[in-house]
Every structure is written in structure tokens, then in C-alpha cells.
């Protein structure tokens, strides 16, 4: 029985006349092993202008075949950028499964438990709905006493007004909002402390994901304190500044297995290239 086999390789494992050369690090697997090695490794996948080869982020590419003859990705790339979520329908909470909080109906028996909504406590208004991965549903408050809310906002302004009308109650906003270009994201924002004509100022803290490609194993989160409220472009330059410090620092140093992998990230992302003396 024919089945959808994916070949990874990279960029220079092809030769000009067709086919693989013989020396190389090819991998073969089928689609769920492939689906499994991006979800394990934290990595994005593409289409190409033409179709018959895929982009992953991990600088890999990729080709689909069924039966041995290549066909286009767009299909599986849209299979994979699609996730099973979870949406509460009577607050609007959307999570993963592991975001739900186990209760116990009666204390003493504990099969009386079920994963709940944490806002609303109860299972009875939960939904599975199928999302696009890489698009963001909304921006979700955590507010100080534990409770969260999903919201929408229109734009980025929009998204600080309610931080600085909520200081009193919101613990921060997570936005997982993609830098682009920097391999990094918007982690979260917290509430303003202070007033712009106090002795300080009025200060943000904004976290920020670096190296996402890298996943738990390489990836840092950065925190920066700003005087006010600062704009997504004012943030990207600081985390590019952020990245050249770290290349700075990793380059002449002896490094951990981890360390390598941050400093080979840095020059993708800076586009360093360094020559052999």
C-alpha cells in the first residue's frame, strides 16, 4: 500500500542535475514521524515559491512523495499549521488540555474529579475547536488572583490601554507575539508601575523569547524594563541588540553543548558569516 513519505535534506545536499548526493544527512520518515520530529524540536514549516520543496525553520527543506513521485507540500503544511485546541463557550478561555485545572466535586472521592475550565470551574461549556497554529487568537490576561481571560484587541496601542486601565488587577498580558526576522517572540508585558511624572518614571517590563528554533534546550527568555510604554518596533530593535551582545559574548569564549547552539543562532540571525583563517 502506497504511503506519503517525507525526505529531509539540506540546502546544499541536492545536486544541480537532480536527485541527492551520496554523502550527506538525509532523513526519510513517514508523516507522523515527521510530524512528530517538528513538534518535538519546536519548528515551522513552509512552501516554497514551487510547491515540490518545503521550507522548515531549522534551516532544513523538505520534500513530500507518495508512490515515489514528488508531490507539493502546501497540503501537509496545512495539515501541521492546524492544532486541537480547547474554548470554554461561556468565558472564551482557550487552551490546551494541560491548561485545564483538575477539580474534585467531593473531596472524598476522588473520581468525582475533571479537568475544568479555570476561570468558570466546570467542564460543562468546554469545546474542542481546530486553530491555526501560527495565527494569534488573542492576547490572555492573568489577572492577580489566578483567574485568565482571552481578549482582542485591533492594534497594538490598543492592547497597552487595557494594560494601563487594568494595572490594579492584571498580573500581565501573554502575547506570544513573533518578532520577525529575530527568531524570537513577545513572552508577556506587565502592568506600568509608577506615573510618568513620579521620580522614576513610569516603568514596563516586557519578556521576551529568544532562539525559539531552539526550543526548551537553547531558548533564553529576556526581560527588559522600559520608562513607558514601548512600541513593537522600539522592542525588536533592543532584542537585536540583545542577540548581538550574546554573540559578543559567545564568540571567543569556551563554550557548552548550548552555548554552541545559541552562538550558531545569533550569526543565522545577524547573518554572520565567519571565515576559516
Known sequence: MAELMITIYGRNDLKKAGGFKKKNDILEMKKTDFFKYLTDNKLKISSDYI???GSISNDKRFRCYYNGFIIGTSKIVAEFSKMEMIKCIQCDWIGEEE???FILEDENDLESGMNAC?????????????IDKYKIISERIEYKDGTTKNIKVENWKGLLETLDNGRDTINKIFLFREIPGLDSKIRAIYPPIG???DEYGLRVTVE??????LGEQGGDIYTEKYKRFPSED???????KIIKSTYDDLR???LTAREESQLEATKKILKIKETKE
Open 51 to 53: 510547491d515540490s520543496a
Open 99 to 101: 491548561d485545564l485545572k
Open 118 to 130: 479555570p476561570n468558570c470551574k466546570t467542564d460543562g461549556y468546554l469545546s474542542d475547536i481546530t
Open 195 to 197: 506615573q510618568y511624572d
Open 208 to 213: 521576551i523569547d529568544l532562539f525559539e528554533s
Open 234 to 240: 522600539r522592542i525588536r530593535e533592543d532584542t537585536k
Open 252 to 254: 571567543d569564549s569556551i
